[in-house]
């Protein structure tokens, strides 16, 4: 029922016409792998709650069962994150790919434009034939531009109907709202989340075993040898852990580094953006003056277009960049709230 409603809502939204990335991130708990890890959990928290009634339940299985849920709990929070990741990256490649296919169409526009140009010197003798070859191939050029720039948009657009289960008109996909570009938090505070991830709470609860199992055991009814041996197996989970942290540490670093990296080049991008913008704005003045012909401002404004996708792109790779920091450390960036998406 739930996938229903989700997939109703979303339907709803793209039907009134307009669909955004928080939208499209509603369909997150709907992922198979965001599924799989709540019936789980589901499972896990009623066998806990067999466990804890029984009046027979050993100490080791009611720990062993605290800890599936605990473990299911990460895990289906991590399909999440993963998720809002996934719907994110097929979404900014449609706008992407939609850009790129409207920026081709353009550049064909222009080559068409300088082809008449070149024929119109061609017959007054100020140009060679050679030239108006060259312009013919721009043109052929260009077009089939176009026809692989529609072609990525429509490979993109399948992605996301894949991905959120409703279909996808490609104009009606919001730009990503600049809010969601959220300031970084301090790393100390991203890897203090660290041990919340699934893979470092299943080694670090590997431990709290062999810990309880050193516990369980006493001189008086085992053997020193096991005792010797569970203590050991005890030294070896937390070597284990420890290595583990340690790797974990370097990717979460890494990670973060690649939010900073990201969101410099977004800055960039944004001056070069408006560097272009500035530009085309001097060649309508000079247009509008008799300076240069209609074809030099379309040309500068080309390359306003180009500089502007770029922005675009630079904007999505800095979103893209903190979703991956969110899913690979488990700190909430609070860039969607898991709540509608499907918190446990």
């Known amino acids: 029922m739930r996938r229903l409603l989700l997939t109703l809502t979303l339907a709803a939204a793209a039907h009134a016409g307009a669909l955004g990335l928080e939208d499209a991130w509603q369909s997150a708990s709907a992922r198979p792998e965001a599924i799989t890890t709540r019936l789980e959990l589901l499972t896990a928290r009623s066998n806990l709650l067999r466990v804890e009634s029984d009046p027979l339940a050993l100490r080791m299985d009611r720990l062993q069962a605290e800890q599936d849920v605990a473990r299911l709990e990460a895990e289906h929070r991590h399909a999440l994150f993963t998720a809002l990741q996934q719907i994110a990256e097929a979404y900014t490649g449609v706008l992407q790919a939609r850009e790129q296919a409207g920026l081709a169409r353009e550049a064909l526009a222009l080559s068409e434009a300088a082809l008449e140009v070149a024929r119109i010197r061609l017959a007054n003798g100020s140009a060679t034939a050679l030239e108006v070859r060259e312009a013919e191939i721009a043109v052929e050029e260009a077009r089939q531009g ?42 100390e505070d991203v890897l203090a989340d660290l041990g919340s991830h699934p893979t470092l709470l299943q080694a670090a609860q590997g431990v709290e075993l062999a810990r309880a199992a050193v516990d369980l055991l006493d001189p008086a009814y085992a053997p020193q040898a096991q005792i010797e041996s569970a203590r050991t197996q005890l030294a070896t989970a937390e070597e284990l852990v420890a290595e583990a942290r340690r790797g974990f540490e370097l990717q979460a670093r890494n990670a973060y580094l690649q939010v900073t990296t990201a969101a410099d080049r977004h800055d960039v991008a944004a001056q070069r953006a408006a560097a272009a913008e500035e530009r085309l704005a001097l060649e309508e003045m000079r247009l509008e003056g008799g300076l ?16 502007a996708v770029e922005l675009q792109a630079a904007k999505h790779e800095h979103l893209l960049a903190l979703l991956r920091l969110q899913a690979a450390t488990m700190h909430d960036l609070e860039l969607a709230p898991l709540g509608a998406a499907g918190r446990p």
């Open 292 to 307: 240069i012909s209609k074809l030099q401002r379309d040309q500068a404004a080309l390359e306003a277009r180009r500089r």
């Open 146 to 187: 176009v026809e692989a720039a529609e072609s990525g948009l429509a490979v993109a657009t399948a992605n996301l109907e894949g991905m959120i289960g409703v279909e996808v008109d490609p104009d009606d996909l919001e730009p990503v709202p600049d809010h969601l570009l959220r300031a970084l938090p301090a790393l």
